[in-house]
Every structure is written in structure tokens, then in C-alpha cells.
């Protein structure tokens, strides 16, 4: 039988992310784990308002997403530790430059480069609507097809209720294949 635990964030697990912005010539980082999917072409990246970040994504209206992989895993956690309020996080990581304003993480297998293209606020937070400019996949993670292969990336997946982050699993099975429903 299920238990009423109340309104809960319980949409996890889900990927965590390192959000670049430049600032001034230089890049700051920061640890997203509410990073969402609106419609086929907008991606959303939710953030407390008080964050360094924020006003400097707000100067340029461009972002990177980086995604996670075990290989920078110590460096996106610190990223989510201090603030660019009061830490210079510029030499966090090797990145480069991509579409005029966004930094990239050289070591990230996968970043995508975003304009920002509205701000939905509710309190104490804001949350970026982002186009996407363009997709920058390290070649081992793509397949025959051109197609990102996640299992090969093996994203780093996140969850608030236990504070934790997860390996992804392995391929159970491929969608729509389940054709009759039985369980
Ligand atoms: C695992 C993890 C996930 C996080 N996810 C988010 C998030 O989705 N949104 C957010 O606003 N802050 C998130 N944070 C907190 C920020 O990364 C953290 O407060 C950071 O120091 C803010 O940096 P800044 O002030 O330089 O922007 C997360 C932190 C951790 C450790």
C-alpha cells in the first residue's frame, strides 16, 4: 500500500549538469540538477535567484549545459559548493568556446550552447528557457547513425531525496517493443 508523504519533489533520478556562462572574458560554473525538456526544442534550467550565475547569464543570454560523466565528477560537485560570489570557479576546468559567448568543458562528452529566450520566476527561483544553438558530442558517444549514444556517455544521473548521485544502468529493452502489455 502507498503512503501520502506530502508535496514532494520526486521527479528523480535525473541527469546533473554543469551550466557555463562567461563573465567578463572569463567562464563560471555551477552544479544543475533541475534541468528540464519543454516541448521538442527548448530546454529549461532552474536556479535559485540568489546565484552568482544568474546575473551573468542575464549579461550575455547564453549558457552551456555540460553533462556529468564520472571523469569530472569531483570537479561538477565542487562547482555546486561554492559560489562565484565568492570563489573565482574560471580554472575549474580545460574548456573552450563555442558559438560566441558559451564555454565549453573540454572533458563534458556532451554540451549543449543555449539562448536564453525567457525566464519563468516563482519564488525565490528562476528558471531559464533556453533555444538550442548547437550540440557538442564527443565523437566515442555517437553512433553509426550520428546519433548520441548514451550508453557509451554514461551520464551521471542525481536525486534530492538522499542527496546522491547514481550511475546509469544498463538497456532493458527498446521503446515501443513492449507491444502486448502484459507484465
Ligand atoms: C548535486 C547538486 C545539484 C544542484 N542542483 C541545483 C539546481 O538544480 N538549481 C540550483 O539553483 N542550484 C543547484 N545546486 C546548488 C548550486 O550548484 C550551488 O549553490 C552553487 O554553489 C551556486 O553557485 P553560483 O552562486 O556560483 O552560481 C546544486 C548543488 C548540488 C550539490
Redesign the pocket.
Known amino acids: 500500500m502507498k503512503k501520502n508523504i506530502g508535496s514532494q519533489l520526486a521527479l528523480y533520478p535525473m541527469p ?1 549538469t554543469v551550466v557555463g556562462a562567461m563573465n567578463e572574458g572569463k567562464p ?8 528540464g525538456i519543454i516541448g521538442h526544442d527548448r530546454v529549461l534550467v ?3 535567484a ?5 546575473g551573468v547569464i542575464k549579461k550575455t543570454n547564453k549558457l552551456s549545459i555540460n553533462m556529468v560523466t564520472e571523469e569530472i565528477l569531483s570537479k561538477a ?1 565542487f ?7 565568492k570563489t573565482d ?1 574560471s580554472g575549474l576546468f580545460d574548456y573552450e568556446i563555442a558559438d560566441g559567448a558559451a564555454p565549453i568543458i573540454k572533458k563534458s562528452p556532451l554540451t549543449m550552447v543555449c539562448s536564453v529566450v525567457d525566464v519563468y520566476n516563482t519564488p525565490n ?1 528562476e528558471s531559464f528557457i533556453c533555444a538550442i544553438d548547437g550540440t557538442y558530442v564527443e565523437e566515442r558517444c555517437l553512433n553509426d547513425a550520428g546519433k548520441i549514444d548514451y550508453r557509451a556517455m554514461k551520464p551521471i544521473l ?1 536525486e534530492f531525496p538522499t ?1 546522491e ?1 547514481l550511475r546509469t544502468g544498463d538497456v532493458i529493452g527498446k521503446c515501443l517493443s513492449f507491444k502486448n502489455g502484459v507484465e
Open positions: 546533473v563560471t560554473w555551477t552544479l544543475v540538477a533541475h534541468v532552474s536556479l535559485a540568489p546565484h552568482f550565475i544568474n560537485d562547482s555546486g559548493s561554492v559560489s562565484g560570489a570557479k527561483f542525481f542527496y548521485y
